[in-house]
């Protein structure tokens, strides 16, 4: 039975095309194309998530550390639930579980990766001169443009966006205190003991 489920698996996957499709586009198509992606993604989620994503950009660029620090293990946690949902979809529990679980994974690992590209491109407008949300949607737009140049520059600059703005977004939406308290910006034991 289980080789069965691993058979149908491995036949899905080499089956699927969205891969084969990205790595044979030129760097040129793959930058356009996830500038494109980004710009539009970005304007949509953070207009749909007003008061969150402005909130999450804000913290993801004032406090990046943390961030990163509370969004590693939350997006290994949020992809391994995506893959277990994809998992069982085939077993009697699965069209639950299953997925409820691709659900929650395919919804915030995108925000989380959108809100980490807006904070990265907040923070390099700000030096250039050019603050605020808008200018942060458009740099970070660029900068996942420029990275679509390289396959495992795309998939390092992901990884890492993805855990800044799921860290981000996870204190957003379950801490209390705010960016400009001091206690939040400083790891501990400097702060308290």
């Given at each position: 039975m289980g080789e069965a489920v691993g058979n149908d698996l491995t036949g899905t996957l080499a089956s699927?095309?969205?891969?084969?499709i990205?790595?044979?586009?030129?760097?040129?198509?793959?930058?356009?194309?996830?500038?494109?992606?980004?710009?539009i993604v970005a304007a949509v989620?953070?207009?749909l998530v007003q008061g969150a994503g402005t909130r999450a950009v804000e913290k993801s660029r004032r406090s990046p550390v943390i961030s990163i620090c509370i969004g590693t293990p939350g997006v290994f946690v949020l992809s391994a639930l995506g893959t277990a949902g994809y998992l069982?979809?085939?077993?009697?529990?699965?069209?639950?579980?299953?997925?409820?679980?691709?659900?929650?994974?395919a919804a915030v690992l995108p925000a989380g990766l959108v809100i980490g590209v807006v904070g990265i491109g907040t923070g390099i407008g700000a030096r250039l001169g050019r603050d605020g949300l808008p200018a942060g949607v458009v740099v970070g737009s660029i900068l996942a443009g420029l990275v679509g140049v390289s396959i495992p520059a795309t998939a390092g600059f992901g990884v890492i966006a993805a855990a800044l703005?799921?860290?981000?977004?996870?204190?957003?939406?379950?801490?209390?205190?705010?960016?400009s308290s001091p206690d939040d910006r400083t790891v501990p034991p400097a702060n308290k003991i």
């Open positions: 699927s095309d969205l891969v084969a990205y790595q044979s586009l030129g760097p040129v198509e793959r930058a356009i194309g996830q500038f494109v992606a980004t710009l989620l953070l207009g069982i979809l085939d077993s009697s529990l699965g069209l639950f579980f299953g997925m409820l679980f691709l659900l929650v994974s703005g799921t860290g981000a977004l996870a204190r957003v939406l379950f801490g209390g205190g705010n960016v």
